[in-house]
């Protein structure tokens, strides 16, 4: 599009519309800003840890030291079982792939209003944002899974031949993460008391989630009322954290209902979320 005016000459303009068509996301577009994504990666790295002391070992620390202290409260003082394993490996087994799920929600929850000052400025994908969060954690996570290694190491565990599946269940927890991410980063936009929302959700899904304790526990009291196993794969966690004990441990039953129940509901809230996310869209610059 070009426009001019009296006595001088035609100056290209550029006119930004909103996709046509039913599509959440466009993948060329979002090809076309992967430098973009990788700057934001490695901002979020930069900043998190920036001016600390021990630098990117929180990544290690944070699921290291709530280990430590899930070990001496739940599992000497309280006895909860570990299905025959190790306390400490049973339940950094857990913490692993739940941190990546908490830090990774309450990161992309806030990814648009942290970046406001980007958003109002200059046109880009803004589905980048929250896929920048999400991938931030998974940097971590994959920091921290050297220690799961060197624990099975230490207590003499060797990963059984279903630690192949390890990459999908890793690509389950990132959709999880993501879709919940999408919708909440989108929700936030709009109503800043949702911050608060996810950081309660957060606490309880510790405690909901199979993380301190087997899932056989509740599996059992679900058989008990008459219910499948499936019902407690309806929380996304619980697939990935059960099917990553038993993928890279050997622990525990194979959890396949529990898992096709997390990636149902897990593909479910990504496709619900893009196509939620894509219709607030065109409001965020306004509104952020």
Same mark, same amino acid.
């Given at each position: ?39 934001? *990666?490695?901002?979020?790295?930069? *900043? ?108 003499? +565990? ?106 149902? +509901? ?23």
């Amino acid at each position: 599009m070009e426009a001019k005016s009296a006595g001088s000459p035609l100056v290209p303009v550029a006119v930004i519309e909103p996709r046509g068509g039913w599509a959440p996301w466009d993948l060329r577009e979002l090809w076309e800003y992967r430098e973009l994504l990788y700057f934001l *990666v490695w901002r979020d790295l930069k *900043v998190r840890y920036k001016q600390t002391v021990l630098g990117a070992s929180w990544a290690i620390l944070q699921p290291l030291l709530t280990m430590i202290v899930f070990t001496v409260f739940f599992g000497t003082l309280a006895r909860v079982p570990s299905d025959g394993l190790p306390y400490p490996l049973f339940s950094y087994a857990g913490l692993l792939p739940w941190t990546f799920f908490s830090q990774g929600l309450a990161q992309s929850a806030n990814s648009l209003v942290g970046s406001a000052h980007l958003i109002r400025k200059v046109y880009f994908p803004r589905l980048i944002v929250p896929v920048a969060a999400v991938l931030t954690c998974a940097v971590d996570f994959a920091v921290a899974f050297v220690v799961l290694l060197g624990l099975m190491a230490v207590y003499g +565990v060797a990963p059984t031949l279903a630690v192949a599946l390890v990459p999908l269940l890793v690509l389950l927890a990132v959709v999880s993460v993501l879709g919940a991410g999408v919708w909440l980063s989108a929700l936030s936009v709009e109503y800043r008391d949702f911050r608060h929302v996810v950081a309660f959700a957060l606490q309880i899904g510790l405690f909901v989630s199979p993380v301190i304790y087997p899932s056989r526990i509740v599996i059992e009291r679900l058989a008990g009322l008459g219910l499948p196993a499936w019902i407690y794969g309806l929380n996304p966690a619980v697939g990935v954290i059960e099917g990553f004990r038993w993928a890279l441990l050997g622990v525990g039953t194979e959890p396949w209902a529990l898992i096709a129940a997390s990636s149902a +509901v897990s593909i479910l809230v990504l496709v619900s979320g893009l196509f939620y996310f894509r219709r607030m869209e065109r409001t965020f610059a306004d509104v952020v």
